[in-house]
């Protein structure tokens, strides 16, 4: 079974700099997706970044990066220069790419940024 | 990435009613949709994989009788929350897969009086 783990209920970062945000999994499937959301209090799930098991270069999509270590099963996503409208919940997630990409869920992150 | 709506946003119902749920994707034809439940304060829990033209999949626990799932066309999917009580009150979410990734719809907070 698959498993998703977020270690850090809260973070509070000041505006500008840099956070990274913890995501360790468990699977024994050899192929298998990585995921980051956003999710402010609206509700919405805002997707930010995909990272595959088989990928040789570490995701990255604008301020978003996605740190992958598949030795150690972690995928932390590192936000650069944050501002205040990071302030959200952060969801780290894994699908199964063979199978009916299914996403497990960790616990997640409540990221405050502070001015 | 693709486009997803849900109607309605949020929902108020007595207990005992049903209520129903859409999710369309706007701009993708999607052959499977996927449908989660949040409770407050909680992570995302998959209920359902919703199959175009046939019969939804159930994960364990989920009781398939209670949460109707249509999917009559590569773009609509319908949950139905039958005989709704407060405890099914929760946040529900849907979402469809181009390619590798994945996207959401805005949710709809269903509220069992």
């Known amino acids: 079974a698959q498993k998703i783990t977020q270690t850090q209920p809260g973070m509070f970062v000041q505006e500008k700099e840099a956070v990274t945000l913890d995501c360790t999994y468990d699977?024994?499937?050899?192929?298998?997706?990585l995921f980051w959301y956003k999710q402010p209090s609206s509700g919405e799930m805002i997707f930010l970044i995909y990272?595959?098991?088989?990928?040789?270069q570490n995701a990255t999509e604008g301020r978003y990066s996605l740190n992958f270590q598949k030795a150690r099963k972690s995928a932390n996503l590192v936000i650069s220069a944050s501002q205040l409208g990071d302030s959200a919940m952060y969801f780290c997630?894994?699908?199964?790419?063979?199978?009916?990409?299914?996403?497990?869920f960790g616990q997640g992150t409540r990221l405050t940024i502070n001015p | 990435g693709a486009v997803v709506s849900q109607h309605p946003s949020r929902v108020i119902c007595k207990s005992g009613t049903s209520v129903k749920i859409e999710c369309r994707s706007l701009?993708?034809?999607?052959?499977?949709m996927f449908w989660y439940r949040q409770f407050p304060k909680k992570s995302l829990m998959l209920m359902a994989t919703?199959?175009?033209?046939?019969?939804?999949?159930?994960e364990q626990g989920v009781e398939k009788d209670k949460f109707l799932i249509n999917h009559a066309s590569l773009t609509l999917s319908t949950l139905t929350v039958t005989s709704a009580h407060p405890e099914d009150s929760s946040f529900y979410i849907c979402?469809?897969?181009?390619?590798?990734?994945?996207?959401f719809g805005p949710g709809t907070r269903l509220l069992v009086l």
């Open positions: 990272q595959g098991s088989y990928d040789q």
């Open positions: 701009d993708f034809q999607a052959t499977t």
């Open positions: 699977t024994s499937d050899p192929s298998y997706g």
């Open positions: 979402s469809v897969h181009p390619r590798e990734t994945q996207y």
């Open positions: 919703s199959n175009e033209g046939s019969k939804a999949t159930y």
């Open positions: 997630a894994m699908s199964n790419k063979q199978g009916a990409q299914k996403l497990v």
